[in-house]
C-alpha cells in the first residue's frame, strides 16, 4: 500500500517568500507530526494533528510558521516570510492512533527547502 | 535543550562483529524509545522499539537496552552487516505529548567487509 507522501521533493525559495509544504499520510491513519532536520541534527518536533485539530505545536519555531489539517486527512505547512534559516528537511510522519498508546510513526521522504 | 544524546556521531565496525550505539537521555517522563535507520534521502525508518516497563527487547539481529535509572540505552546489532551501514537515530517519546518523537543527533554506522 502508498506510504506518507510529501510535495515537492525539492523546494528552492528566495528570503522572505511564502511556501507551503504537502503531507500526503497512510489512509486511516489519525495522528500526524511534522519534523524538521536540519543539518547534521537529528528531526526535530514542530507540530502534531489529532484528526483535524493541532493537538501539540510547542515545537513550531515562531510565528511564521503555520500548519492544517483541515479534513484530517491531507496537511500543509506553512511558513511566510521564509529566512535562510528555514533551511532544512521537512519531514512528515503518521500514525494510525496516538491517544491509546504508542503507534509506529510512518515517515514520508521529506521536503528539502533551501531558501537562499 | 537536547533531551536525548548520542555522543558517538560515527562508528565503524568489521562485518560479522557486533556494533553498540548508545544514546542517553534526560527526561523521566519519556516511557517510549525507539531506534530509526536512515539513508540519504529517505525518511527515517522505524527499526526496533522498548517500552519503559521493559529492560530488554530482541528482534533478530538487533537487541535494545534500556537502563532506567541511568537513562541510558543501546542497539546491538550482531552479526553486523554492511547493509547495516546507515545512520542511526535514537528517539524518545512521551504519551502526555501524543508520543511527539525526540530525537538523537544520530550515529553513524559503517560496517566494512
Known amino acids: 500500500g502508498a506510504g506518507v507522501s510529501q510535495t515537492p521533493s525539492n523546494k528552492v525559495t528566495e528570503k522572505g517568500k511564502y511556501v507551503e509544504l504537502r503531507c500526503d499520510p497512510i489512509s486511516g491513519h489519525t495522528a500526524l507530526y511534522w519534523y524538521r532536520q536540519s543539518l547534521g541534527q537529528g528531526p526535530e518536533f514542530l507540530i502534531y494533528?489529532?484528526?483535524?485539530?493541532?493537538?501539540?505545536d510547542s515545537g513550531l519555531p515562531n510565528d511564521r510558521f503555520f500548519a492544517v489539517r483541515p479534513e484530517g486527512s491531507v496537511s500543509t505547512l506553512k511558513i511566510q516570510r521564509t529566512e535562510r534559516g528555514d533551511s532544512a528537511v521537512y519531514l512528515c510522519?503518521?500514525?494510525?492512533?496516538?491517544?491509546?498508546?504508542?503507534?509506529?510513526?510512518?515517515f514520508g521522504p521529506g521536503t528539502r527547502l533551501t531558501v537562499l | 535543550d537536547q533531551q536525548v544524546k548520542q555522543n558517538s556521531p560515527s562508528l565503524s565496525v568489521q562485518e560479522g562483529r557486533i556494533s553498540i550505539l548508545n544514546c542517553d537521555y534526560t527526561?523521566?517522563?519519556?516511557?517510549?524509545f525507539l531506534w530509526y535507520k536512515k539513508y540519504p534521502a529517505e525518511g527515517p525508518t522505524f527499526l526496533i522499539s522498548?517500552?519503559?516497563?521493559?529492560d530488554k527487547n530482541e528482534d533478530g539481529r538487533f537487541t535494545v537496552f534500556l537502563n532506567k535509572s541511568a537513562k541510558h540505552l543501546s542497539l546491538h546489532i550482531v552479526p553486523s552487516q554492511p547493509g547495516d551501514s546507515a545512520v542511526y537515530f535514537c528517539?524518545?517519546?512521551?504519551?502526555?505529548?501524543?508520543?511527539?518523537?525526540?530525537f538523537g543527533k544520530g550515529t553513524s554506522l559503517l560496517v566494512t567487509p
Open positions: 527526561n523521566s517522563m519519556f516511557d517510549y
Open positions: 522498548i517500552s519503559s516497563i521493559k
Open positions: 494533528f489529532q484528526g483535524t485539530g493541532a493537538a501539540d
Open positions: 510522519a503518521s500514525s494510525s492512533d496516538a491517544q491509546t498508546g504508542y503507534s509506529e510513526q510512518f
Open positions: 528517539a524518545a517519546s512521551a504519551r502526555n505529548s501524543g508520543y511527539a518523537l525526540n
